[in-house]
């Protein structure tokens, strides 16, 4: 034992030092752990008719769709709530605006009332408020479709029947009137929520390196929770967990602003400004906060944007005192369509040009008009003759009309002439001039009086709505000054496209409020096809279409063409087939079926019969594949009607199953330029450049590729991908109000807003956008690089990673030409004071190659792809954040506008360690091992003793004695018997019997 103790004094340095590094190896950390620590570290306005005067809006339109019931309620529920919010906007805009003068259109199939009026220029397509069913179960969520940019008005707002008369329904987003300003807000002034939408940061770092709730007041005070009302969990860079909402408090004092923020809550009753313009406390703009205001608008006030619009600018309608800011209501009865052909027949109509018109027209007759719809025919050249007089379209006057389509062109040109005698038709009907169409189609300019600047002010005053066609380069220039004042929409023809048949279907779809019975293009082509050749092509009929499906052919010689078209099964159709019909007349093949189409892939093949090449447009058109169903459709708008760059031209597309989106849907358009090329656009609905909301089913690009002065046309072109495209069933076409999550119902109300991807399956959609014309000599030829880079809206950094001292930062690179191309190289700013770099870009530090630890600010990546930068700050942690912002540069230097502010707060939010518990577990570890050690040490000496006296016992002679030892018992030998041994091993006065040793027996 003494040699052991021995041992453990001699080594007990050594034993302390093997303690001590099992201690230290439980306090290091391993290097996954050291590795996850780093790691946590000028748009056109609408085609309303609104304007504000006086400080009152005059002409707000207010549509029911004819799908609506009759409900005399509803027309008393709609007085009453746009009464209370005509005051309530009174007095959110300082008392600067108000409604003076409403209209609200009545469905055709509702009953006459002595209280209606014939309508005037009201029109449900271009309404500022449409009362219509929720589609695809969205539920009744008030929203505004705006696909403009910041200032730039919507397309319309969007309520329902249920909204306006069920209080329980309504109340889950508010008052009446809060929740109206609030879409108003997006409809007419351009300007975007402050709350955090759906897949946005809940919450941010401020300037001060705090973490704040986004949310467009500081003022507004509440704590962050979980959606189920729980304590929010937070990272090491400060910010919470995904599922952490700010829930603010409603009931305290201090807040007024803003309406674009949570419009439920009640203290809220005015918007936002950067500095007090009104007698409002608690509406100072936070312009910090990465919403899509502020993100959108460039970190503007809604004051701000408000007062650049032409409502309030130059210090327009000022403030004014009235003690009863009330509307005045009428209602308006909308008839059926009412629609005057008026047809160019000068001299260089003929040939081609009128015979495609010929067979348009008949089109247009035979398959695109409703039965009860009215039709008159004008024709122009230096005069004008009125070829029919409005006429109900039915099977017994559909043949008349096609003969009186005009044959024969020939003369001068006078379009003046031509409109004037399609007014004298509209006014020869019993419900009079207003609310009648005009389409107006010519190839030529005016040479012969009256000229259209003659009866400009007669149309402006008639309260209908003319579309042009133009037939090539020559067409009048003027002629898109007629759409443009009665809010039609202008075409471009060639001689080579159909845009005659695809602009036909469109503007009757315009006119067509019901959504369930309207007529979708699912094929447009023009091909020219060899002598006695044929031509053969596939399209796809989906699961969403099939009824009234028709195929229509027109041919350019008097030859004509045969087709075949065999179905997804295999059969056949062709000229024995009873669907077939031919019109030599018109140049004009029509296939109708009787059944629904079959689902799938459909072929046709055109044989050319002449023994010349051929021009032939085809068509094919379908409805619903059930009726009272909405199907998938198409539309396309221009941003501007006339574009001067570099001025911002955009073209969007909505692809939609009635309102609800359909998305990752592959958009293309192809744009015919006055020099005769075609420009191949691809579009997008990913929130970036010029599409504003990401999934909204509108999809979104720019324009810049122009090639000289003239019109420019477009044809769109949709087609689902199988695997990935969904009609989003949930969601809307547009920007809806927030849930008050602590409504309480006193009923039980369905909630239908959860979004659900339902597959498309396969299908395809083809929509014509009307043309826009390019006006200036120098920069309209496509030679000059006039566009820089698109702005970035989505830059993004983290918290300074302590440790690494780096920050991460990402965004969507931009292009050359705004959105198009790849830039040339980026430049990034850097600073800790928000507002400097905000208004001087040039003011933050210029990160340079030497700051990046990732990154290449000279080889910027394609425009959509992903941008990553990791760069190195300075070494201080602190109460502060850094700030970011970005430009992009292209080869001619051009300078994209500064991005959005991005911020990463220095401040090091990682919990403190507790080294309490390390210690004593340390502690405990450290004796631990000691003791163990002297364990071992102390069995290895008691084992080297007893193979000592082993040695010593081999010395001494053992004897086996065979006699009995009585036991007494205890396992001791009896007395006396000490020597009667039986088979037993006695040495140094031990025995051992049966295991058992007994000590004091003699040998």
Same mark, same amino acid.
């Given at each position: 034992?003494?040699?052991?103790?021995?041992?453990?004094?001699?080594?007990?340095?050594?034993?302390?030092?093997?303690?001590?590094?099992?201690? *230290?190896?439980?306090?290091?950390?391993?290097?996954?752990?050291?590795?996850?620590?780093?790691?946590?570290?000028?748009?056109?306005?609408?085609?309303?008719?609104?304007?504000?005067? %006086? !400080?009152?809006?005059?002409?707000?339109?207010?549509?029911?769709?004819?799908?609506?019931?009759?409900?005399?309620?509803?027309?008393?529920?709609?007085?009453?709530?746009?009464?209370?919010?005509?005051?309530?906007?009174?007095?959110?805009?300082?008392?600067?605006?108000?409604? %003076?003068?409403?209209?609200?259109?009545? #469905?055709?199939?509702?009953?006459?009332?002595?209280?209606?009026? #014939?309508?005037?220029?009201?029109?449900?397509?271009?309404?500022?408020?449409?009362?219509?069913?929720?589609?695809?179960?969205?539920?009744?969520?008030?929203?505004?479709?705006?696909?403009?940019?910041?200032?730039?008005?919507?397309?319309?707002?969007?309520?329902?029947?249920?909204?306006?008369?069920?209080?329980?329904?309504?109340?889950?987003?508010?008052?009446?009137?809060?929740?109206?300003?609030?879409? $108003?807000?997006?409809?007419?002034?351009?300007?975007?929520?402050?709350? #955090?939408?759906?897949?946005?940061?809940?919450?941010?770092?401020?300037?001060?390196?705090?973490?704040?709730?986004?949310?467009?007041?500081?003022?507004?005070?509440?704590?962050?929770?979980?959606?189920?009302?729980?304590?929010?969990?937070?990272?090491?860079?400060?910010?919470?967990?995904?599922?952490?909402?700010?829930?603010?408090?409603?009931?305290?004092?201090?807040?007024?602003?803003?309406?674009?923020?949570?419009?439920?809550?009640?203290?809220?009753?005015?918007?936002?400004?950067?500095?007090?313009?009104?007698?409002?406390?608690?509406?100072?703009?936070?312009?910090?906060?990465?919403?899509?205001?502020?993100?959108?608008?460039?970190?503007?006030?809604?004051?701000?944007?408000?007062?650049?619009?032409?409502?309030?600018?130059?210090?327009?309608?000022?403030?004014?005192?009235?003690?009863?800011?009330?509307?005045?209501?009428?209602?308006?009865?909308?008839?059926?369509?009412?629609?005057?052909?008026?047809?160019?027949?000068?001299?260089?109509?003929?040939?081609?040009?009128?015979?495609?018109?010929?067979?348009?027209?008949?089109?247009?007759?035979?398959?695109?008009?409703?039965?009860?719809?009215?039709?008159?025919?004008?024709?122009?050249?230096?005069?004008?003759?009125?070829?029919?007089?409005?006429?109900?379209?039915?099977?017994?006057?559909?043949?008349?009309?096609? %003969?009186?389509?005009?044959?024969?062109?020939?003369?001068?040109?006078?379009?003046?002439?031509?409109?004037?005698?399609?007014?004298?038709?509209?006014?020869?009907?019993?419900?009079?001039?207003?609310?009648?169409?005009?389409?107006?189609?010519?190839?030529?300019?005016?040479?012969?009086?009256?000229?259209?600047?003659?009866?400009?002010?007669?149309?402006?005053?008639?309260?209908?709505?003319?579309?042009?066609?133009?037939?090539?380069?020559?067409?009048?220039?003027?002629?898109?000054?007629?759409?443009?004042?009665?809010?039609?929409?202008?075409?471009?023809?060639?001689?080579?496209?159909?845009?005659?048949?695809?602009?036909?279907?469109?503007?009757?779809?315009?006119?067509?409020?019901?959504?369930?019975?309207?007529?979708?293009?699912?094929?447009?082509?023009?091909?020219?096809?060899?002598?006695?050749?044929?031509?053969?092509?596939?399209?796809?009929?989906?699961?969403?279409?099939?009824?009234?499906?028709?195929?229509?052919?027109?041919?350019?010689?008097?030859?004509?063409?045969?087709?075949? @078209?065999?179905?997804? /099964?295999?059969?056949?159709?062709?000229?024995?087939?009873?669907?077939?019909?031919?019109?030599?007349?018109?140049?004009?093949?029509?296939?109708?079926?009787?059944?629904?189409?079959?689902?799938?892939? $459909?072929?046709?093949?055109?044989?050319?019969?002449?023994?010349?090449?051929?021009?032939?447009?085809?068509?094919?058109?379908?409805?619903?594949?059930?009726?009272?169903?909405?199907?998938?459709?198409?539309?396309?708008? $221009?941003?501007?009607?006339?574009?001067?760059?570099?001025?911002?031209?955009?073209?969007?597309?909505? @692809?939609?199953?009635?309102?609800?989106?359909?998305?990752?849907?592959?958009?293309?358009?192809?744009?015919?330029?006055?020099?005769?090329?075609?420009? +191949?656009?691809?579009?997008?609905?990913?929130?970036?450049?010029?599409?504003?909301?990401?999934?909204?089913?509108?999809?979104?690009?720019?324009?810049?590729?122009?090639?000289?002065?003239? +019109?420019?046309?477009?044809?769109?072109?949709?087609?689902?991908?199988?695997?990935?495209?969904?009609?989003?069933?949930?969601?809307?076409?547009?920007?809806? *109000?927030?849930?008050?999550?602590?409504? @309480?119902?006193?009923?039980?109300?369905?909630?239908?807003?959860?979004?659900?991807?339902? /597959?498309?399956?396969?299908?395809?959609?083809?929509?014509?956008?009307?043309?826009?014309?390019?006006?200036?000599?120098?920069?309209?030829?496509?030679?000059?690089?006039?566009?820089? #880079?698109?702005?970035?809206?989505?830059?993004?950094?983290?918290?300074?990673?302590?440790?690494?001292?780096?920050?991460?930062?990402?965004?969507?690179?931009?292009?050359?030409?705004?959105?198009?191309?790849?830039?040339?190289?980026?430049?990034?700013?850097?600073?800790? %004071?928000?507002?400097?770099?905000?208004?001087?870009?040039?003011?933050?530090?210029?990160?340079?190659?030497?700051?990046?630890?990732?990154?290449?600010? *000279?080889?910027?990546?394609?425009?959509?792809?992903?941008?990553?930068?990791?760069?190195? @700050?300075?070494?201080? &942690?602190?109460?502060? /954040?850094?700030?970011? *912002?970005?430009?992009?540069?292209?080869?001619?230097?051009?300078?994209?506008? +500064?991005?959005?502010?991005?911020?990463?707060?220095?401040?090091?939010?990682?919990?403190?360690?507790?080294?309490?518990?390390?210690?004593?577990?340390?502690?405990?570890?450290?004796?631990?091992?000691?003791?163990? &050690?002297?364990?071992?040490?102390?069995?290895?000496?008691?084992?080297?003793?007893?193979?000592?006296?082993?040695?010593?016992?081999?010395?001494?002679?053992?004897?086996?004695?065979?006699?009995?030892?009585?036991?007494?018992?205890?396992?001791?030998?009896?007395?006396?018997?000490?020597?009667?041994?039986?088979?037993?091993?006695?040495?140094?006065?031990?025995?051992?019997?049966? !295991?058992?040793?007994?000590? !004091?027996?003699?040998?």
């Amino acid at each position: 034992m003494a040699s052991c103790i021995h041992f453990i004094s001699s080594n007990l340095p050594r034993i302390l030092l093997i303690g001590l590094y099992s201690f *230290a190896i439980y306090l290091t950390p391993s290097s996954t752990a050291q590795s996850n620590d780093s790691g946590n570290s000028a748009q056109k306005d609408t085609r309303s008719l609104v304007t504000l005067q %006086n !400080n009152g809006y005059t002409n707000l339109v207010i549509a029911i769709n004819e799908r609506v019931p009759e409900d005399p309620n509803l027309i008393t529920r709609i007085k009453q709530i746009f009464e209370s919010t005509s005051k309530f906007l009174y007095k959110a805009t300082n008392q600067r605006a108000y409604f %003076n003068d409403i209209r609200i259109i009545i #469905p055709e199939s509702w009953s006459d009332s002595d209280t209606y009026q #014939p309508i005037q220029n009201e029109r449900y397509d271009i309404s500022d408020v449409r009362i219509d069913l929720p589609s695809d179960n969205f539920g009744d969520l008030p929203y505004t479709n705006k696909p403009t940019p910041c200032g730039v008005p919507g397309l319309y707002i969007h309520l329902t029947p249920n909204y306006l008369t069920d209080d329980d329904i309504a109340g889950k987003f508010g008052d009446y009137d809060r929740v109206l300003v609030h879409e $108003w807000g997006h409809y007419r002034w351009g300007v975007f929520d402050e709350y #955090p939408l759906p897949g946005m940061s809940h919450f941010y770092a401020a300037s001060n390196g705090d973490i704040e709730a986004v949310r467009c007041v500081l003022a507004i005070p509440g704590v962050p929770a979980t959606e189920s009302g729980e304590a929010c969990r937070y990272n090491n860079n400060g910010l919470p967990d995904a599922n952490c909402r700010f829930v603010d408090d409603r009931f305290a004092d201090g807040y007024t602003g803003s309406l674009m923020y949570k419009q439920f809550l009640p203290r809220i009753t005015t918007f936002c400004e950067a500095d007090p313009i009104g007698p409002y406390v608690g509406n100072v703009h936070n312009r910090e906060a990465p919403n899509r205001q502020n993100i959108l608008c460039d970190g503007r006030s809604i004051w701000e944007v408000l007062l650049d619009h032409v409502d309030f600018k130059d210090n327009a309608n000022p403030p004014s005192d009235m003690e009863d800011p009330l509307p005045t209501f009428t209602l308006v009865k909308k008839y059926n369509t009412r629609l005057v052909l008026v047809l160019d027949m000068s001299g260089s109509m003929e040939g081609e040009r009128l015979r495609q018109l010929r067979q348009a027209a008949s089109n247009l007759i035979l398959n695109i008009l409703r039965d009860g719809e009215e039709l008159g025919i004008v024709s122009f050249s230096g005069g004008s003759r009125i070829l029919a007089y409005l006429t109900v379209v039915g099977d017994d006057t559909k043949d008349d009309l096609l %003969n009186k389509l005009p044959s024969r062109a020939d003369g001068a040109t006078s379009i003046g002439a031509g409109v004037a005698r399609g007014l004298e038709v509209l006014k020869s009907s019993s419900n009079g001039v207003a609310g009648g169409r005009m389409l107006v189609i010519t190839d030529g300019d005016e040479n012969t009086a009256p000229y259209i600047a003659d009866i400009l002010n007669n149309v402006k005053a008639s309260g209908i709505r003319i579309d042009t066609i133009a037939i090539g380069t020559e067409a009048s220039q003027e002629l898109e000054v007629l759409a443009a004042v009665t809010g039609g929409t202008s075409y471009y023809h060639t001689n080579t496209s159909n845009t005659l048949n695809e602009a036909f279907g469109e503007l009757t779809r315009n006119s067509q409020d019901d959504s369930t019975k309207v007529t979708v293009d699912l094929y447009s082509k023009s091909v020219d096809i060899a002598p006695a050749a044929r031509y053969q092509d596939i399209f796809l009929v989906d699961s969403n279409i099939g009824r009234n499906t028709q195929f229509n052919f027109g041919y350019s010689l008097d030859e004509g063409v045969d087709v075949i @078209v065999t179905s997804p /099964s295999g059969s056949i159709i062709d000229k024995s087939s009873a669907e077939y019909s031919k019109d030599d007349r018109f140049g004009s093949l029509q296939i109708k079926l009787e059944e629904i189409a079959e689902v799938g892939e $459909w072929k046709f093949e055109i044989e050319n019969l002449a023994s010349e090449e051929q021009l032939v447009t085809v068509t094919v058109q379908s409805q619903s594949r059930e009726e009272g169903d909405e199907p998938i459709v198409t539309n396309a708008r $221009w941003g501007l009607d006339d574009v001067t760059p570099p001025d911002n031209q955009m073209l969007y597309v909505t @692809v939609a199953k009635g309102y609800t989106p359909v998305i990752n849907t592959q958009v293309e358009a192809s744009v015919a330029m006055p020099s005769g090329d075609d420009v +191949r656009l691809v579009l997008e609905d990913n929130g970036i450049g010029a599409d504003i909301t990401s999934n909204d089913g509108i999809y979104s690009t720019f324009f810049t590729e122009f090639g000289g002065i003239g +019109r420019y046309s477009v044809q769109v072109n949709v087609q689902s991908d199988a695997s990935n495209t969904y009609i989003a069933s949930g969601s809307i076409v547009g920007i809806g *109000a927030v849930v008050d999550p602590d409504f @309480v119902s006193s009923k039980q109300v369905e909630d239908n807003t959860q979004t659900r991807h339902v /597959s498309t399956g396969v299908f395809q959609r083809i929509t014509n956008g009307g043309s826009f014309t390019c006006n200036s000599q120098d920069d309209c030829t496509g030679t000059k690089d006039i566009y820089p #880079p698109s702005r970035i809206t989505d830059l993004v950094a983290d918290s300074v990673h302590i440790g690494s001292f780096t920050v991460e930062i990402t965004f969507t690179a931009p292009g050359d030409d705004l959105t198009n191309g790849k830039a040339t190289y980026y430049e990034i700013r850097m600073g800790t %004071n928000f507002t400097q770099l905000y208004e001087d870009f040039a003011a933050g530090d210029n990160i340079t190659e030497l700051h990046l630890v990732e990154g290449d600010l *000279a080889t910027p990546k394609p425009s959509g792809s992903r941008e990553l930068f990791v760069i190195k @700050v300075p070494e201080i &942690i602190g109460d502060f /954040s850094y700030v970011f *912002a970005v430009v992009a540069f292209d080869d001619g230097g051009n300078q994209s506008p +500064r991005s959005n502010l991005a911020t990463s707060t220095a401040r090091d939010y990682r919990k403190p360690i507790s080294y309490l518990l390390p210690v004593l577990l340390g502690v405990g570890l450290f004796v631990l091992v000691v003791l163990l &050690i002297i364990c071992i040490v102390f069995i290895a000496c008691r084992r080297s003793k007893r193979t000592e006296e082993d040695v010593e016992r081999s010395k001494t002679k053992t004897k086996v004695v065979t006699t009995s030892l009585p036991d007494n018992g205890n396992d001791t030998p009896k007395p006396g018997y000490e020597n009667e041994i039986r088979q037993g091993i006695v040495t140094a006065g031990i025995a051992i019997y049966d !295991n058992r040793a007994y000590e !004091n027996v003699s040998t």
